[in-house]
């Protein structure tokens, strides 16, 4: 007997979301479970006269009974960790049902709180994996975004206490582009980039921020005979406006910015419904003078970004010299 397609479709959808659901329940348990077991610990610890030998002398004796028992899950490394998490987590009903163990070591590796908070609440919003978020840790999102910003406006935007309402809410400058795999000594071309940015179009995406939509790449626009290409088109929900990224593989020009401000007026008066806000472009750039782009853009400039491209992750020390001299830069002024 033929079975028919959209039977069998239906019963491989039951089956795929049942199994989804008791991934995600063995995961919320475990987590609770990790909590729990941290709370057990650090409330015991109390009843020491010098809590941190006692604390280590009853993680020790906890492992040599468990873990021959359970595993290596709980091993005296793994219960300091489940301790660690009872502490930096010491509400249960705060802790978000989306996100597994591991999305929580990683969220406990950080030290600084309004960090931490960050990425908590962002990989919540937009359901990142573990793996995505520690991607996102690792690429310095949140010191990317204070250059920018300052604390309280990045937190609100994650909290959802306040949408992005403007380009620097949500872009970042500079980019990571470590995930595609090009090498910083080796020469390549524009179109080159643009072909491997959508080649991972999902980590691109990311990278970017929140909202974002693909549209369309080499969007043709017809001008009194003249044709021009748009290397990349996007549409951000959150901001409710298109977005334009063109693609400058060397040092950025006041040409570059000039062309980019026309492909935007355009989309502004030919493509934009009237309930949209005014659209944004943003120059990729291999290198950039911050006063050409000052200078070449109107000085009450909402609409353009020039953000420097990274083939490689930065190093927290190189970020945060980065995020000095901005605040440097705003002191003087």
């Known amino acids: 007997m033929s079975i028919k397609p959209e039977l069998l479709a239906a019963v491989r959808g039951l089956i795929t979301q049942a199994r989804q659901q008791a991934v995600r329940?063995?995961?919320?348990?475990?987590?609770?479970?990790?909590?729990?077991?941290?709370?057990?610990?650090?409330?015991e610890e109390q009843h020491g006269a010098d809590r941190a030998v006692y604390g280590s002398n009853l993680i020790?004796?906890?492992?040599?009974?468990?873990?021959?028992?359970?595993?290596?899950?709980?091993?005296?490394?793994?219960?300091?960790?489940?301790?660690?998490?009872?502490?930096?987590?010491?509400?249960?009903?705060?802790l978000r049902t989306q996100l597994s163990w591991t999305h929580y070591k990683t969220l406990i590796s950080l030290e600084n709180p309004e960090k931490r908070e960050f990425y908590l609440a962002e990989a919540a919003k937009n359901n990142w994996s573990a793996r995505q978020l520690e991607r996102q840790v690792n690429s310095q999102l949140f010191e990317r975004l204070l250059l920018s910003n300052d604390v309280a406006a990045v937190l609100a935007v994650a909290r959802q206490e306040k949408p992005p309402t403007e380009a620097r809410d949500i872009i970042k400058d500079p980019m990571v582009?470590?995930?595609?795999?090009?090498?910083?000594?080796?020469?390549?071309?524009e179109r080159d980039l643009e072909t491997a940015l959508l080649t991972h179009l999902q980590e691109f995406l990311l990278e970017l921020g929140n909202g974002f939509s693909f549209v369309a790449r080499q969007q043709r626009l017809h001008l009194d005979g003249?044709?021009?290409?748009?290397d990349l088109v996007f549409y951000n929900r959150l901001l409710q406006c298109f977005v334009l990224v063109e693609i400058k593989t060397d040092k950025l020009t006041h040409q570059d910015l000039g062309q980019l401000q026309m492909y935007v007026n355009y989309y502004d008066r030919l493509e934009k419904l009237p309930h949209e806000n005014p659209t944004i472009g943003i120059l990729l750039c291999a290198d950039k003078n911050d006063a050409v782009v000052k200078i070449s853009l109107p000085a009450d400039n909402q609409t353009i970004v020039a953000s420097k491209y990274q083939l490689y992750l930065p190093t927290e020390q190189a970020l945060m010299a980065e995020v000095k001299k901005e605040i440097d830069k705003l002191d003087q002024l």
């Open 25 to 43: 329940a063995v995961d919320a348990e475990r987590v609770l479970l990790y909590w729990h077991i941290g709370q057990v610990i650090l409330e």
């Open 60 to 94: 020790k004796g906890l492992a040599a009974e468990l873990q021959p028992q359970f595993g290596s899950g709980f091993s005296g490394r793994q219960l300091e960790r489940y301790r660690q998490f009872y502490r930096t987590f010491p509400i249960a009903s705060a």
């Open 177 to 189: 582009l470590e995930f595609l795999g090009l090498k910083r000594e080796a020469a390549y071309y």
């Open 226 to 230: 003249d044709d021009f290409f748009v």
